[in-house]
């Protein structure tokens, strides 16, 4: 989600199939894998056996059944602490594709909400479920200093800097990896987490990359059209000290306001700088694995402009405008109460093609 939200091509085939038993014994997360029948005893027509052959051997016992999904919490190690998610594994043996889902700005739980700004769509979490009820793998989880991964964050927000959430979802990105029971990796990255995307496809082999609701411009460009409707006078202060975040500058005279502490407290400015200095559009031009961009009609918070910008920086990119869709991936009107449940309800279902773009999108195997 953007940093407003704090206040308030087919993919490429994997190039092996791990077997059950391999797929088994590399898993650090533990499932049973393989199916199969036991092997017939020796039959016959009536006729005594022959006494110079020998017996046959006894039936061998039934190899496990595939599993039934699953939904277990995992942890990696960042060099602060630990990082806590969720992985959800589709019914079967496997292997299957997989995505990480890379959240958005602001204090953004693994299941896509905001407990303190009252934004509770359950987004990510309908978006794992819908996808492993497809047959895709996902991986969810806590950003650094929030629920599971308190311990993960920087001693102090100051130290906090853009490039920090990249490392953590390639983390993450790594685990699945080592996890024989995933036949590709791809990370979806929504809002904030469509850079951080990009950065971790710039940094490691996936098997795709998709933008949900990325921004298209810089953080600095999206903020001025987030903040067009203040009052004249926070206005022009608000652009006055966005100008002075992007050269570098950190600003000591900050309204003591509850919108400008919320947005330039001192203690955030060195992350909001290091964010300014990145171009999505420039990113994914260094992205080479397939992109899928997703976008909705409805966002309040990013425009289908966005999307078009980064399609125009990479034209072999696959664009889906999804009509009607807001920002948490729920259908909704432009008017002010569809667009608030598609906030706060949980029981509305995230639009039903954002799932089957993705699933389009990923390889079968």
């Given at each position: ?5 704090s ?6 085939r ?5 077997s059950c ?12 894998c ?6 017939s ?10 006494p110079t052959?020998p017996?046959p051997?006894?039936d061998?016992?039934n190899?496990?059944?595939?599993p ?11 060099a602060?602490g ?5 992985l959800?594994?589709p019914a079967g043996?496997?292997p299957?594709?997989s995505v990480v ?6 204090p953004?739980d693994?299941?896509g909400?905001?407990?303190a ?13 819908g996808?492993?009820d497809?047959g895709i ?20 927000e100051?130290e906090?800097?853009?490039e920090m959430?990249a ?8 685990a699945?990896?080592?996890?024989g029971r ?5 990370v ?12 971790v496809a ?16 810089p953080?600095?460009?999206?903020l001025?059209d987030q903040?067009?409707s203040?009052?004249?006078e ?9 100008g002075r975040?992007?050269?570098?500058e950190?600003v000591?005279d ?5 919108l400008?502490?919320s947005?330039f407290r001192?203690?955030?400015?060195p992350?909001i ?5 990145l171009?999505?559009?420039?990113e994914?031009?260094a992205v ?5 961009l997703?976008q ?5 918070q990013?425009q289908?402009?966005d999307?078009?910008?980064l399609?125009?920086a990479r ?5 889906v405008?999804v009509?009607?869709?807001s ?8 008017s ?7 906030y706060t309800d949980p029981?509305l279902?995230v639009?039903?093609r954002v799932?089957?773009a993705?699933?389009a999108?990923l390889?079968a195997?």
């Amino acid at each position: 989600m953007s940093l407003r939200s704090s206040l308030l091509v087919p993919a490429r085939r994997a190039a092996f199939v791990v077997s059950c038993a391999v797929a088994l014994a590399w898993s650090p997360f533990g499932a049973g894998c393989g199916a199969g029948e036991s092997e017939s005893s020796a039959g016959g027509d009536g006729a005594l056996p022959d006494p110079t052959e020998p017996p046959p051997a006894p039936d061998e016992p039934n190899e496990p059944a595939c599993p039934e999904a699953a939904s277990v919490d995992i942890t990696v190690e960042n060099a602060r602490g630990t990082l806590s998610g969720t992985l959800e594994v589709p019914a079967g043996c496997g292997p299957f594709p997989s995505v990480v889902i890379v959240p958005g700005s602001g204090p953004t739980d693994r299941d896509g909400n905001q407990a303190a700004g009252g934004i509770s769509p359950d987004t990510y979490k309908l978006l794992a479920e819908g996808l492993r009820d497809r047959g895709i793998a996902s991986l969810r989880y806590d950003k650094a200093g929030l629920g599971g991964s308190v311990s993960a964050a920087p001693r102090n927000e100051q130290e906090l800097r853009f490039e920090m959430g990249a490392d953590d979802a390639g983390l993450w990105v790594k685990a699945l990896r080592d996890d024989g029971r995933f036949a590709t990796v791809t990370v979806v990255g929504h809002s904030e987490g469509s850079l951080l995307g990009m950065l971790v496809a710039q940094a490691t082999e996936l098997d795709g990359y998709v933008s949900i609701a990325g921004a298209g411009r810089p953080i600095g460009d999206v903020l001025r059209d987030q903040l067009a409707s203040l009052p004249d006078e926070d206005r022009a202060k608000a652009y006055e000290i966005l100008g002075r975040l992007e050269e570098g500058e950190l600003v000591e005279d900050v309204p003591q306001t509850e919108l400008f502490l919320s947005l330039f407290r001192p203690s955030v400015q060195p992350y909001i700088i290091s964010w300014m200095k990145l171009d999505p559009a420039v990113e994914l031009e260094a992205v080479t694995a397939p992109i899928l961009l997703l976008q909705g009609t409805t966002d309040i918070q990013v425009q289908v402009q966005d999307a078009e910008l980064l399609a125009g920086a990479r034209p072999d990119a696959e664009l889906v405008l999804v009509e009607g869709m807001s920002h948490t991936l729920k259908e909704a009107t432009l008017s002010s109460a569809s667009q608030s449940a598609a906030y706060t309800d949980p029981s509305l279902p995230v639009v039903p093609r954002v799932l089957d773009a993705i699933e389009a999108f990923l390889p079968a195997e």
